[in-house]
C-alpha cells in the first residue's frame, strides 16, 4: 500500500472499528471486543508498515479537503508524527487487553459506548499525529477532546459529571481561546500553516512579540497540562482507570505535548524557539517542581498519577522550550518513555482496586503478599517514571541534562536531578507501603472495613501492565533506534 | 557508534549478559531449582565469553583477574544458596554480578552509571530479601543513597568535561557516598548484616569493590582521599573490635579495609594502584569465606557443624598469611605509603590489618566454632565452596606478582617481617586470660553508625521530616495553584458570560469575537 493510502488506513480502521462496534452493540460483548482488538491490531500493523516504509524524500503530503484557498485538511507523515502515532497504537492493543479485563471485574455498564468512543479517539489521536498543517492539527484535536468526554463522564455519577464538565472547559476554553488566537496570528504574519522544516516564523514576527506568541501557543494546547491550567487533569481521573490510562498517560496528553513538539520545529524553527522560550524553561521547570511536591501529598494513588502525569508533561514543554535539537530529542523520548512508563503505574493502581476496592495510598498497606508481580511491574514503571537505569526514562532525563549543561542553566541541572529524587518520592511510597507495610487488620490505626470481598485479579488486568514494565527495559536499549529515527527532522547532526 | 549507543553496549552485548539473563530468569520463575540452574549456566556462559571480553575491551590482568573473582563468588553463592531457599538473593546476586563485570568493562562515564545504577538497585533488592523490619528499612535507606549517588554521577556525565572542579566534586560525592566513606558509612553496615547469609556473599563482593576500583580510575591521586581512607580504616575498626555479631563485624571490616583501599587511591602511584585491586581481589575471596563461615553458622541457629572450624581458619589465614589472597594488596600500599614517606601509616594499616584477622578471624573461630560432642559434619556444598575459594586465595596469593608487576615488593624481609610480628601479635590476643577481658557486645557501638540511635531509623526519621516539610510546601502550592486556575477560570467565564449570556454555542461566537479582535491587533 501506498504511504497516502497507510495514512487513510490509519484513520479509517479506528472509524470502522467504532462503527462496527455500535453495530454489535450488547448483544455480543464478546464480538465486540473481538472487534475493538483486531481493529487495534491492524492499526498497530498499518502504523508499523509507515514507520518501516518512511522516506523523507518521498513522503507527500495528502490533501484531503480543501475548506478555503490556503486553509486545507492535510495529512503528511514525518518521524515525529511517526513515533507518537506508534506509541499510540501499540499501547491501544495493551490497554484494550486492560479494559476487558477491567470492565469485567467492575460490571461496568455502557461498555459499547465506552469501546467505540475509544476507537474514535483513537482516529483522532492518528489525525493529530499524521496532521501536514496547523489547521488539521486544531481540528483533529478538537475532536479528540469532544470523543473523550463521553470516556470521562463514562460513569455519571455527580461526580464524575463536574470532573468532565472540568475537563471540557479546560480544554475547550483554552483551544477556543489563546490557541486559536495563536493560529490565526500565525496564519496572518506567514500566510501559511503548513508543517514546514526550519519553521514558518522566523522573521515574520517581531522579536519583542515572539515570547508573547509562544505563550499563548504554551497555554493554548491546554493538553498540554502547564501550570496553573493544570486542573482538567486531576479533574478527569474520575474517570474508568483503563480510559486514564491511555488517554492521560498516552493520546490526550501526549496529543498536546506532541502539539507543542510540532509547534516548536515546523512552525517555529528551532532557532527561533530558543530565543524566544527563555521564560518558558522556568514557568516549566517551576512546573515540575510544584506538581511533584503536589503530588507528595495526595493519597489517592489515582490523584497521585495525575500531578506525576503534570510534572512529566511539563518536562517535555521544559524540552520544547530549551529549543536545542538535543533537547528537543529528550522531548520526543520522554514522549514515549513516559506513556510507557505512566500506563504501567496506570495499569497498576486500576489492578490494585479490581483485586482489593481499594483507591489510596494508606489503604493499600500489605497487599504485595497477595500481588508481588503486579507490584514489582509497578516499581518497575516508577523507576522508569523516575528516569533510572536501566529503564527507557533515563534517556530524555539524560539529555534534558545535557542539553542544561550545555546552555550552563545550572539551576535547571540541580532542578532535574531534584525532580528525578522528588519522583522517588512520590512513587516509592506505594510499592514500599504494599509491599512492606503490615496489612491493615494488624495495624491497630486501619479504617474500618467497606465490605468488600477482595476478588481475584484477572488475567487481563495483570498481563498489560507486566508486559509495559518488561516495554520499558526494552526502550531503554531501544531508544538510539528512536533518535535515529527522528534526527533527520529535528536536525540533530550528530547522534549523542 | 554514538555515545548512547556505546554506554549501552559497547559494540555487542554488555560484558556478562549471560549472568543477567539468568538473574532474570531466576527472578521471574518461581523455582529455586531452575533459578540456580539458570545461573549455573549464565556462570558457566559468561566465564567462557571473560577471554573474548579481555581481548575485546584491552583489560589489564588486574581488572581480568577482579572479573573472573567475580565469578567465583557468583558460583558460590549459588553453591550455598542450595542449602536453603533463597531465590530472591540468588536473583538479585545474579544480577549484580553481571551488571559488576559490564561496570568494569564500561569505557565511559554515562555507561559505568547506568550499570552500577543496576547493581544498587539489584543489591537494593537482596537486602530487602532479608525479610525482617529491619532488613526492609536498611534496603530502603540503601537504595536512596545509592540512588543519590547514581543522580549525581549522571549529572556528572551530563556536564561532560572530565576536568571541570565541578564535575570532580561530583564524582567525589558520589564515590563517597557509594563506597560508604564516613560519615555516611552506614548504610553499609545496616544493610549487609540484615539481608539473608546468601545474600550478605553478593553483597560484600560487588558494589563496592566496583565503586572502588572506579574511583582509582577517576580520582586516583587525591590527596584528601588519602587522609579519608586513613581515618576510615582505623575509625571502623575501633567498632569492628566490640561487635557481637560476626556478619557486623565483618561489614564494619569491610568499611575498614574499603578505607586501606581509598588511601591507596590517595597515593596514586602505579605500585600503590595495583595494591588496590589486588587488595579488592584478596578481599573479595577471603571476605566471601568468613561471609560463608558466618552464614552457615547463622542458618543453624549458632550451632557449629563440624568442619566449621577449619573454614574459619583458612578464611582467617586469607586475611593476612603471605602466601594467601589478603597479603599482597595489603603490603603492595604499605610500600607505597613508605615510599610516599609515610612509614607510620603503613604501620597502621599493618595493625588495622591484624585487629582485622583477630577480631572478626580469630576470635570467631576460637569462641563459635567450636562443635558440640555429636554435631554433624558441613555440607558438602560448604565443603566444596570452601575449596573453591582456598584455591582462588592460594593462586592470588602465590601468583599474585604475574597479575601485579609491583607486587614483587611483598615478598622482602621488611614486610614480611612486619606481617609476621603483627599476626604473631594478634595470636596473642586469643590467650584465654587476654581474651576474657576482651570486651563484646551485640549492637556494639553501633551508635557510630551515625546518627544516633541508627543511620537508618535517623535518615528514614529525617527524611520522614523533610518530606512532611515539602508535603506541606506542596499543599500550599496545591491550594494557591488551585485558588488562582480557579480564579482565572471563573474571570474567563464571567467574561464569556457578560459577553454572550452563558452557554457553550455562545462561547464559540465569543471566541470568533476574540478573534477579530487579534486578527485587528496584528494587522494593527
Known amino acids: 500500500m501506498s504511504g497516502a493510502g497507510l495514512m487513510l488506513a490509519a484513520l479509517a480502521l479506528p472509524l470502522a472499528t467504532a462503527l462496527l462496534i455500535a453495530l454489535v452493540g450488547e448483544r455480543r460483548p464478546d464480538l465486540r471486543e473481538a472487534v475493538t482488538l483486531a481493529g487495534a491490531t491492524a492499526l498497530a500493523i498499518t502504523v508499523a508498515l509507515m514507520i518501516a516504509g518512511f522516506d523523507s524524500a518521498t513522503a507527500a503530503p495528502l490533501v484531503l479537503a480543501t475548506l478555503v484557498p490556503g486553509f486545507s485538511l492535510t495529512l503528511k507523515a514525518e518521524p515525529i508524527g511517526l513515533v507518537f502515532a506508534g506509541v499510540a497504537s501499540g499501547l491501544w492493543i495493551l490497554?484494550?487487553?486492560?479494559?476487558?479485563?477491567?470492565?469485567?471485574?467492575?460490571?461496568?455498564?455502557?461498555?459499547?459506548?465506552?469501546?467505540?468512543?475509544?476507537?474514535?479517539?483513537?482516529?483522532?489521536?492518528?489525525?493529530?499525529?499524521?496532521?501536514?498543517?496547523?489547521?488539521?492539527?486544531?481540528v483533529a484535536y478538537e475532536i479528540l477532546t469532544l470523543v473523550t468526554y463521553p470516556l470521562v463522564v463514562h460513569w455519571q455519577t455527580e461526580g464524575a459529571i463536574e470532573g468532565a464538565r472540568r475537563y471540557l472547559a479546560y480544554l475547550l476554553a483554552t483551544s477556543l481561546v489563546p490557541f486559536m488566537a495563536a493560529l490565526v496570528w500565525t496564519w496572518v504574519a506567514a500566510g501559511?500553516?503548513?508543517?514546514?522544516?526550519?519553521?514558518?516564523?522566523?522573521?515574520?514576527?517581531?522579536?519583542?512579540?515572539?515570547?508573547?506568541?509562544?505563550?499563548?501557543?504554551?497555554?493554548?494546547?491546554?493538553?498540554?497540562?502547564?501550570?496553573?491550567?493544570?486542573?482538567?487533569?486531576?479533574?478527569?481521573?474520575?474517570?474508568?482507570?483503563?480510559?486514564?490510562?491511555?488517554?492521560?498517560?498516552?493520546?490526550?496528553?501526549?496529543?498536546?505535548?506532541?502539539?507543542?513538539?510540532?509547534?516548536?520545529?515546523?512552525?517555529?524553527?528551532?532557532?527561533?524557539?530558543?530565543?524566544?522560550?527563555?521564560?518558558?524553561?522556568?514557568?516549566?521547570?517551576?512546573?515540575?517542581?510544584?506538581?511533584?511536591?503536589?503530588?507528595?501529598?495526595?493519597?489517592?494513588?489515582?490523584?497521585?498519577?495525575?500531578?506525576?502525569?503534570?510534572?512529566?508533561?511539563?518536562?517535555?514543554t521544559l524540552a520544547v522550550a530549551l529549543g536545542e535539537p538535543l533537547a528537543i530529542a529528550a522531548g520526543v523520548l520522554q514522549l514515549v518513555m513516559h506513556a510507557w512508563g505512566k500506563i504501567t503505574l496506570f495499569f497498576g493502581a486500576g489492578a490494585i482496586q479490581i483485586a482489593t476496592h481499594k483507591k489510596k495510598l494508606s489503604e493499600i498497606a500489605g497487599i504485595g503478599a497477595q500481588m508481588p508481580l503486579l507490584i514489582v511491574s509497578f516499581l518497575g514503571g516508577a523507576l522508569s517514571v523516575a528516569g533510572l537505569p536501566p529503564f527507557g526514562g533515563m534517556w530524555p532525563k539524560?539529555?534534558?541534562?545535557?542539553?542544561?549543561?550545555?546552555?550552563?542553566?545550572?539551576?535547571?541541572?540541580?532542578?532535574?536531578?531534584?525532580?528525578?529524587?522528588?519522583?522517588?518520592?512520590?512513587?516509592?511510597?506505594?510499592?514500599?507501603?504494599?509491599?512492606?507495610?503490615?496489612?491493615?487488620?494488624?495495624?491497630?490505626?486501619?479504617l474500618p472495613d467497606t465490605g468488600h470481598e477482595p476478588s481475584p485479579l484477572p488475567l487481563l488486568a495483570l498481563l498489560p501492565p507486566v508486559i509495559t514494565a518488561a516495554g520499558c527495559i526494552l526502550l531503554f536499549l531501544a531508544a538510539p533506534a528512536i533518535l535515529a529515527f527522528i534526527a533527520p527532522a529535528i536536525g540533530l547532526e550528530t547522534l549523542p | 557508534m554514538t555515545e548512547m549507543a556505546h554506554a549501552l553496549l559497547g559494540g555487542g552485548l554488555p560484558p556478562g549478559w549471560p549472568l543477567l539473563l539468568a538473574g532474570l530468569i531466576a527472578f521471574a520463575v518461581r523455582s529455586e531449582v531452575i533459578g540456580r540452574l539458570a545461573g549455573i549456566a549464565g556462570l558457566c556462559a559468561s566465564l567462557a565469553l571473560v577471554p573474548d571480553l579481555a581481548a575485546a575491551a584491552n583489560l589489564l590482568p588486574l581488572e581480568l583477574a577482579l572479573m573472573v573473582t567475580f565469578h567465583l563468588v557468583v558460583g558460590i553463592g549459588i553453591l550455598f544458596a542450595g542449602q536453603r531457599p533463597d531465590r530472591i538473593a540468588v536473583a538479585g546476586g545474579l544480577i549484580a554480578g553481571g551488571a559488576a563485570l559490564a561496570a568494569l568493562a564500561a569505557r565511559t562515564l554515562l555507561g559505568f552509571a547506568i550499570w552500577t545504577e543496576v547493581i544498587a538497585l539489584a543489591s537494593a533488592f537482596i537486602v530487602m530479601a532479608g525479610g525482617t523490619p529491619r532488613a526492609l528499612s536498611a534496603g530502603l535507606a540503601y537504595l536512596l543513597l545509592q540512588v543519590t549517588a547514581g543522580v549525581l554521577l549522571l549529572i556528572a556525565a551530563a556536564l561532560g568535561q572530565m576536568d571541570a572542579p565541578v564535575v570532580l566534586w561530583l564524582l567525589f560525592a558520589a564515590f563517597c557516598l557509594k563506597v560508604a566513606v564516613p560519615p555516611v558509612h552506614g548504610w553499609l553496615v545496616a544493610a549487609y548484616p540484615a539481608a539473608s547469609p546468601t545474600g550478605s556473599l553478593f553483597l560484600a563482593a560487588f558494589a563496592t569493590k566496583v565503586a572502588v576500583v572506579s574511583l582509582g580510575a577517576a580520582l586516583a591521586g587525591a590527596e584528601p582521599l588519602l587522609w579519608l581512607g586513613l581515618v576510615m580504616a582505623v575509625g571502623a575498626a575501633i567498632p569492628m573490635l566490640f561487635e557481637a555479631?560476626?556478619?557486623?563485624?565483618?561489614?564494619?571490616?569491610?568499611?575498614?579495609?574499603?578505607?586501606?583501599?581509598?588511601?591507596?587511591?590517595?597515593?596514586?602511584?602505579?605500585?600503590?594502584?595495583?595494591?588496590?585491586?589486588?587488595?579488592?581481589?584478596?578481599?573479595?575471596?577471603?571476605?566471601?569465606?568468613?561471609?560463608?563461615?558466618?552464614?552457615?553458622?547463622?542458618?543453624?541457629?549458632?550451632?557449629?557443624p563440624r568442619g566449621?572450624?577449619?573454614?574459619?581458619?583458612?578464611?582467617?589465614?586469607?586475611?593476612?598469611?603471605?602466601?594467601?589472597?589478603?597479603?599482597?594488596?595489603?603490603?603492595?600500599?604499605?610500600?607505597?605509603?613508605?615510599?610516599?614517606?609515610?612509614?607510620?601509616?603503613?604501620?597502621?594499616?599493618?595493625?588495622?590489618?591484624?585487629?582485622?584477622?583477630?577480631?572478626?578471624?580469630?576470635?570467631?573461630?576460637?569462641?563459635?566454632?567450636?562443635?558440640?560432642?555429636?554435631?554433624?559434619?558441613?555440607?558438602?556444598?560448604?565443603?566444596?565452596?570452601?575449596?573453591?575459594?582456598?584455591?582462588?586465595?592460594?593462586?592470588?596469593?602465590?601468583?599474585?606478582?604475574?597479575?601485579?608487576?609491583?607486587?614483587?615488593?611483598?615478598?622482602?624481609?621488611?614486610?614480611?617481617i612486619v606481617q609476621a610480628i603483627a599476626l604473631s601479635l594478634a595470636c596473642l590476643t586469643m590467650v584465654p586470660a587476654?581474651?576474657?577481658?576482651?570486651?563484646?557486645?551485640?549492637?556494639?557501638?553501633?551508635?557510630?553508625?551515625?546518627?544516633?540511635?541508627?543511620?537508618?531509623?535517623?535518615a528514614?526519621?529525617?527524611?520522614?521530616?523533610?518530606?512532611?516539610?515539602?508535603?506541606?510546601?506542596?499543599?500550599?502550592?496545591?491550594?494557591?495553584?488551585?485558588?488562582?486556575?480557579?480564579?482565572g477560570g471563573r474571570l474567563l467565564l464571567a467574561t464569556a458570560r457578560g459577553l454572550t449570556a452563558g452557554g457553550l454555542g455562545d462561547g464559540v461566537l465569543w471566541a470568533l469575537a476574540l478573534l477579530t479582535v487579534a486578527l485587528i491587533v496584528s494587522f494593527g
Request: hydrophobic share 55%; with cysteine.
Open chain 1, 95 to 138: 490497554n484494550s487487553l486492560y479494559s476487558i479485563g477491567y470492565m469485567r471485574a467492575e460490571h461496568a455498564p455502557r461498555q459499547t459506548r465506552f469501546y467505540a468512543c475509544f476507537a474514535l479517539a483513537l482516529s483522532a489521536a492518528m489525525a493529530i499525529a499524521l496532521s501536514g498543517n496547523l489547521a488539521t492539527l486544531f
Open chain 1, 192 to 316: 501559511t500553516l503548513d508543517f514546514t522544516p526550519g519553521g514558518i516564523l522566523a522573521g515574520k514576527v517581531s522579536a519583542a512579540l515572539m515570547p508573547v506568541l509562544l505563550g499563548l501557543y504554551a497555554y493554548g494546547v491546554g493538553k498540554a497540562a502547564l501550570m496553573p491550567l493544570h486542573g482538567w487533569l486531576p479533574a478527569a481521573m474520575v474517570a474508568p482507570t483503563p480510559v486514564s490510562a491511555l488517554l492521560h498517560a498516552v493520546a490526550v496528553v501526549k496529543a498536546g505535548v506532541f502539539t507543542l513538539l510540532k509547534i516548536a520545529v515546523y512552525i517555529f524553527g528551532l532557532p527561533t524557539m530558543a530565543a524566544a522560550g527563555d521564560w518558558l524553561v522556568w514557568v516549566a521547570g517551576g512546573s515540575v517542581i510544584a506538581a511533584s511536591l503536589i503530588a507528595m501529598t495526595k493519597d489517592d494513588l489515582k490523584a497521585r498519577l495525575a500531578y506525576s502525569t503534570v510534572a512529566q508533561l511539563a518536562l517535555v
Open chain 1, 398 to 446: 539524560y539529555l534534558l541534562l545535557e542539553a542544561a549543561a550545555g546552555r550552563h542553566m545550572v539551576l535547571l541541572v540541580v532542578c532535574l536531578g531534584l525532580s528525578t529524587l522528588l519522583t522517588l518520592g512520590y512513587l516509592l511510597p506505594v510499592v514500599i507501603t504494599a509491599l512492606f507495610r503490615k496489612p491493615r487488620d494488624e495495624d491497630p490505626h486501619a
Open chain 2, 308 to 416: 566449621l572450624r577449619v573454614l574459619a581458619l583458612l578464611g582467617a589465614l586469607s586475611i593476612g598469611l603471605p602466601g594467601l589472597a589478603g597479603y599482597g594488596g595489603k603490603a603492595l600500599i604499605g610500600e607505597a605509603l613508605i615510599h610516599h614517606h609515610m612509614a607510620w601509616a603503613d604501620y597502621v594499616i599493618v595493625v588495622v590489618g591484624a585487629l582485622v584477622f583477630a577480631a572478626v578471624g580469630l576470635r570467631p573461630l576460637v569462641e563459635r566454632c567450636t562443635p558440640a560432642p555429636g554435631a554433624p559434619w558441613i555440607s558438602l556444598r560448604e565443603a566444596a565452596a570452601t575449596a573453591l575459594l582456598v584455591a582462588g586465595s592460594l593462586l592470588v596469593g602465590l601468583f599474585g606478582p604475574l597479575i601485579a608487576p609491583a607486587a614483587s615488593v611483598a615478598w622482602h624481609a621488611g614486610p614480611l
Open chain 2, 460 to 487: 528514614i526519621t529525617g527524611l520522614t521530616v523533610f518530606g512532611e516539610m515539602l508535603s506541606r510546601i506542596g499543599a500550599v502550592a496545591s491550594a494557591l495553584t488551585a485558588a488562582i486556575g480557579r480564579t
Open chain 2, 434 to 458: 587476654v581474651r576474657r577481658r576482651w570486651p563484646q557486645w551485640p549492637d556494639a557501638l553501633d551508635f557510630l553508625a551515625l546518627p544516633k540511635p541508627a543511620w537508618v531509623t535517623g
Open chain 2, 245 to 304: 555479631h560476626w556478619r557486623r563485624a565483618l561489614s564494619w571490616s569491610l568499611v575498614s579495609q574499603l578505607g586501606v583501599m581509598v588511601a591507596g587511591i590517595g597515593l596514586g602511584s602505579p605500585e600503590a594502584m595495583q595494591g588496590v585491586v589486588l587488595l579488592a581481589i584478596g578481599h573479595i575471596l577471603y571476605s566471601t569465606l568468613l561471609f560463608l563461615a558466618a552464614g552457615s553458622l547463622e542458618i543453624r541457629d549458632g550451632k557449629a
